[in-house]
Nanobody, 114 residues
Framework: VQLQASGGGLVQPGGSLRLSCAASGSIFNINAMGWYRQAPGKQRELVATITPGGSTKYADSVKGRFTISRDNAKNTVYLQMNSLKPEDTAVYLC?????????WGQGTQVTVSS
């Protein structure tokens, strides 16, 4: 199973970005999908998760600004990030849980700066 993330970049405070992460390979029954982020000098933080049925959870720091969604037919998860803040700067890593094991994407850099 491989996960390919895309959509990161440099954006000004208040701006928006949309991350995508597509899973490919021998895939059966993907359970939860989601995103973590890792900022320099900080612990990895769970940003958002989504179940196959569409139930979502968010970190308090992103509630109301980020929206996670998924396309089960395409094995793809998305993260719409609005009202971005400098503290959102991090490497964003996607994951897919399959039979209790998490598969990871390569990470995509998001930098929020003026």
């Amino acid at each position: 199973v491989q996960l390919q993330a895309s959509g990161g970049g440099l954006v000004q405070p208040g701006g928006s970005l949309r991350l995508s992460c597509a899973a490919s390979g021998s895939i059966f029954n993907i359970n939860a999908m989601g995103w973590y982020r890792q900022a320099p000098g900080k612990q990895r933080e769970l940003v958002a998760t989504i179940t196959p049925g569409g139930s979502t959870k968010y970190a308090d720091s992103v509630k109301g600004r980020f929206t996670i969604s998924r396309d089960n037919a395409k094995n793809t998860v998305y993260l719409q990030m609005n009202s971005l803040k400098p503290e959102d700067t991090a490497v964003y890593l996607c994951f897919a849980e399959i039979y209790g094991f998490n598969y990871w994407g390569q990470g995509t850099q998001v930098t929020v700066s003026s």
